[in-house]
């Protein structure tokens, strides 16, 4: 099966013409990346708001995970038919299921910031505002970056239920190959959503190592919590055994 599959990738039929593999490829790249980034700008300012003020955050959070229960492709097909687009719907959709985890990483970034640096910088003078971007957002980026790695790998595995509407990303190779029990080229399309979601992680990883300050790395790394911080202040509650008191 896996021979037949790489002999389907292999042949050069499939890598020439409008449905290529090259150019459905670039397609589901251009559906991701537009998702990601759609998602990105709703979910990043809601979760450094809530982060920061601490208003609404479990609310907020929690019915964005809620939306992790709609399924996809009957959300893309609905709104194929009540839009009448396909491009729109699926982007649409892609952005509903991208949200979640990048809101849930920004605000957890935010808030696991260590108490005691925010306080500091409140005694120095700084505003809000420069509390946020000079303090809380640097410390966030780890989480804030880990949610869009998350995001991105959601928006690659999904992007292929485009294919039902007629978009040609690589969710067709899956489509035509159940339809017509050609198992090497849905194997060879599954083939290539798993490289390209290996690929994009890693330039991503490659990315948060350029945008997280390097204190921040050096501090997870060493695996140690911050003082102040969340986990911290779970590791300071004493068992029974510390305080002691009876474990029976």
Same mark, same amino acid.
């Given at each position: 099966?896996?021979? #037949?599959?790489? &002999?389907?990738?292999?042949?050069?039929?499939?890598?020439?013409?409008?449905?290529?593999?090259?150019?459905?490829?670039?397609?589901?790249?251009?559906?991701?990346?537009?998702?990601?980034?759609?998602?990105?700008?709703?979910?990043?300012?809601?979760?450094?708001?809530?982060?920061?003020?601490?208003?609404? &955050?479990?609310?907020?959070?929690?019915?964005?995970?809620?939306?992790?229960?709609?399924?996809?492709?009957?959300?893309?097909?609905?709104?194929?038919?009540?839009?009448?687009?396909?491009? =729109?719907?699926?982007?649409?959709?892609?952005?509903?299921?991208?949200?979640?985890?990048?809101?849930?990483?920004?605000?957890?970034?935010?808030? #696991?910031? #260590?108490?005691?640096?925010?306080?500091?910088?409140?005694?120095?003078?700084?505003?809000?505002?420069?509390?946020?971007?000079?303090?809380?957002?640097?410390?966030?980026?780890?989480?804030?970056?880990?949610?869009?790695?998350?995001?991105?790998?959601? =928006?690659?595995? %999904?992007?292929?239920?485009?294919?039902?509407?007629?978009?040609? %990303?690589?969710?067709?190779?899956?489509?035509?190959?159940?339809?017509?029990?050609?198992?090497?080229?849905?194997?060879?399309?599954?083939?290539?959503?798993?490289?390209?979601?290996?690929?994009?992680?890693?330039?991503?990883?490659?990315?948060?190592?350029?945008?997280?300050?390097?204190?921040?790395?050096?501090?997870?790394? %060493?695996?140690?919590?911050?003082?102040?911080?969340?986990?911290?202040?779970?590791?300071?509650?004493?068992?029974?055994?510390?305080?002691?008191?009876?474990?029976?």
């Amino acid at each position: 099966m896996f021979a #037949d599959a790489f &002999g389907w990738l292999l042949d050069p039929a499939n890598w020439s013409g409008g449905k290529s593999i090259p150019v459905r490829i670039g397609i589901h790249l251009l559906y991701c990346f537009g998702a990601v980034l759609g998602a990105a700008l709703i979910a990043v300012p809601l979760g450094l708001f809530v982060g920061h003020t601490g208003r609404g &955050g479990l609310v907020l959070v929690g019915g964005s995970n809620a939306l992790r229960a709609l399924p996809t492709l009957g959300l893309v097909t609905f709104l194929y038919l009540v839009v009448g687009g396909s491009t =729109v719907s699926v982007l649409i959709s892609l952005v509903v299921l991208a949200v979640p985890p990048i809101l849930a990483g920004t605000y957890a970034g935010v808030q #696991d910031v #260590d108490r005691g640096v925010v306080d500091a910088a409140r005694g120095m003078g700084m505003t809000g505002a420069q509390r946020l971007w000079q303090v809380e957002v640097p410390n966030a980026m780890p989480l804030l970056v880990g949610g869009l790695r998350n995001a991105m790998l959601q =928006v690659v595995a %999904t992007a292929s239920v485009a294919a039902f509407v007629g978009v040609e %990303t690589l969710g067709r190779p899956l489509l035509d190959g159940i339809r017509v029990l050609d198992y090497p080229q849905f194997v060879g399309g599954a083939i290539l959503i798993a490289l390209l979601a290996v690929v994009l992680d890693a330039v991503l990883a490659v990315v948060g190592r350029l945008v997280v300050p390097a204190g921040v790395r050096l501090s997870a790394r %060493t695996g140690k919590a911050r003082p102040g911080s969340a986990a911290s202040r779970r590791r300071e509650v004493p068992t029974p055994v510390e305080s002691g008191g009876s474990t029976a």
